[in-house]
């Protein structure tokens, strides 16, 4: 799994593809829990750092099983008993970054951490300040993947969160590069398609595109072939969709949108 599939509470990830709020209220619910699961992961991180650690493998392979500064995962005190961040803790991470800008790990570090937090908690102004801290390690090192996928997710919530065709923009310039790089990553791919569909006005010529890319990848990659079948659902392309919503099937019998893929398709 790459960072643009772990990262933030990426309305991204569930695939939304209307203004303001989830396609379906089964997408909905399953977004709020995968909010509730990067949130809590999320901060754990952040109060390790704020207290003194330094964290130097937090980049695991789940998304609540964060990995601690002690090396083990963040635990369930934590969780339970703190799930947000005050402002003053906030602003005592982002001094801590801006004291030390040569330290690109930590800047890395918070950055990503802070932008994680920040989606859960749909405040773009936190996310903000992780592009800051960010882009000081892009400006040293701008072929850090990680660091690309993570100022495109960075820029790509703010676009969703402001409806702010630019930030899709900047978004799409960070995937481009870590794409550069990487050609045959799907989860990125259908991030950048993402940026068409969301845009004001869409441009799901341009998405299918970049999903049909990925395809040719991952052909069974479900973000992907979810994110296709609402495209041409979305523009009147019902029996390409169906063809895709069958691959979606068979990738994933259980996937939480094929009922209503299947109400779509069906309708006059």
């Given at each position: 799994?790459?960072?643009?599939?772990?990262?933030?509470?990426?309305i991204?990830?569930?695939?939304?593809?209307a203004w303001?709020?989830?396609?379906?209220?089964?997408?909905s619910?399953?977004?709020?829990?995968?909010k509730?699961e990067?949130l809590?992961?999320?901060?754990g991180?952040?109060?390790?750092?704020?207290?003194?650690?330094?964290?130097?493998?937090?980049?695991?392979?789940?998304?609540?099983g964060?990995?601690?500064?002690?090396?083990?995962?963040?635990?369930?005190?934590?969780?339970?008993?703190?799930t947000?961040?005050?402002?003053?803790?906030?602003r005592?991470?982002?001094k801590?970054?801006?004291?030390?800008?040569q330290?690109?790990?930590?800047?890395k570090?918070?950055?990503?951490?802070?932008?994680?937090?920040?989606?859960s908690v749909?405040?773009?102004a936190?996310?903000?300040?992780?592009?800051?801290?960010?882009?000081?390690?892009?400006?040293?090192?701008p072929?850090?993947?990680?660091?690309?996928?993570?100022?495109?997710?960075?820029h790509?919530?703010?676009?969703?969160?402001?409806?702010?065709n630019?930030?899709?923009e900047?978004?799409?310039?960070?995937?481009?590069?870590?794409?550069?790089?990487?050609?045959?990553?799907?989860?990125?791919?259908?991030?950048?398609?993402?940026?068409?569909?969301?845009?004001?006005?869409?441009?799901?010529?341009k998405?299918?595109?970049?999903?049909?890319v990925?395809?040719?990848?991952?052909?069974?990659?479900?973000?992907?072939?979810?994110?296709m079948?609402?495209?041409?659902l979305t523009?009147g392309?019902?029996t390409?969709?169906?063809?895709?919503?069958?691959?979606?099937?068979a990738?994933?019998?259980?996937?939480?949108?094929?009922?209503?893929?299947?109400?779509r398709?069906?309708?006059?």
């Amino acid at each position: 799994m790459t960072a643009a599939a772990k990262c933030g509470n990426r309305i991204r990830l569930m695939g939304v593809l209307a203004w303001g709020k989830p396609s379906t209220q089964i997408e909905s619910e399953v977004l709020a829990m995968k909010k509730e699961e990067v949130l809590i992961g999320a901060t754990g991180i952040l109060v390790g750092i704020l207290g003194g650690y330094f964290l130097t493998n937090w980049y695991n392979e789940s998304i609540v099983g964060e990995i601690s500064p002690t090396g083990g995962q963040v635990s369930s005190a934590v969780a339970a008993t703190q799930t947000s961040l005050s402002a003053d803790e906030i602003r005592q991470l982002i001094k801590r970054a801006d004291d030390a800008p040569q330290n690109l790990v930590f800047q890395k570090e918070v950055g990503i951490s802070l932008y994680r937090y920040g989606a859960s908690v749909e405040d773009s102004a936190i996310v903000t300040e992780a592009i800051r801290l960010l882009e000081r390690v892009y400006d040293s090192n701008p072929t850090d993947r990680e660091t690309l996928v993570s100022l495109g997710n960075s820029h790509f919530d703010i676009g969703y969160f402001k409806k702010d065709n630019q930030s899709f923009e900047k978004a799409r310039k960070y995937y481009n590069e870590a794409l550069e790089i990487q050609t045959a990553d799907p989860d990125v791919r259908v991030d950048l398609g993402l940026t068409f569909a969301l845009q004001n006005p869409p441009a799901f010529d341009k998405a299918i595109a970049q999903y049909e890319v990925a395809l040719r990848t991952a052909p069974n990659h479900q973000r992907t072939l979810q994110m296709m079948t609402d495209a041409l659902l979305t523009t009147g392309r019902k029996t390409d969709a169906a063809t895709f919503l069958d691959r979606l099937k068979a990738a994933n019998p259980t996937h939480p949108m094929i009922s209503d893929f299947d109400r779509r398709v069906s309708t006059p």
